[in-house]
């Protein structure tokens, strides 16, 4: 079993930045790569970033040169730094943990951009 706690979620202007961060407990020894989603209203969910055991990452187009994923594993913990914030970015970000064959997610961090 896997746990996530997503944090760090809000309210900013276009333009703006915002970090958030997955604290990851349970059996983290068991986790293959970690993941950042969101959900738009009336959206599917889509991938944002994932970052492998190994560190390495990828990222939609939508968010690439403007988001970062990375991972603290002293921390048990992933971020992803969104800057040059846009309205399209509003969404429910959720934390994923692949545990082959399943994934974990976390409850999920409302992020608001207003134009």
């Known amino acids: 079993q896997v746990q996530l706690e997503e944090s760090g979620g809000g309210l900013v202007q276009a333009g703006g930045s915002l970090r958030l961060s997955c604290a990851i407990s349970g059996s983290i020894f068991s986790i293959n790569a970690m993941g950042w989603y969101r959900q738009a209203p009336g959206k599917q969910r889509e991938l944002v970033a994932t970052i492998t055991k190994i560190g390495t990452p990828t990222y939609a187009d939508s968010v690439k040169g403007r988001f970062t994923i990375s991972r603290d594993n002293a921390k048990n913990t992933v971020y992803l730094q969104m800057n040059s914030l846009k309205a399209e970015d509003t969404a429910v970000y959720y934390c994923?943990?692949?545990?082959?064959?399943?994934?974990?997610w976390g409850q999920g961090t409302q992020v608001t951009v207003s134009s």
């Open positions: 994923n943990a692949r545990v082959v064959p399943t994934a974990y």
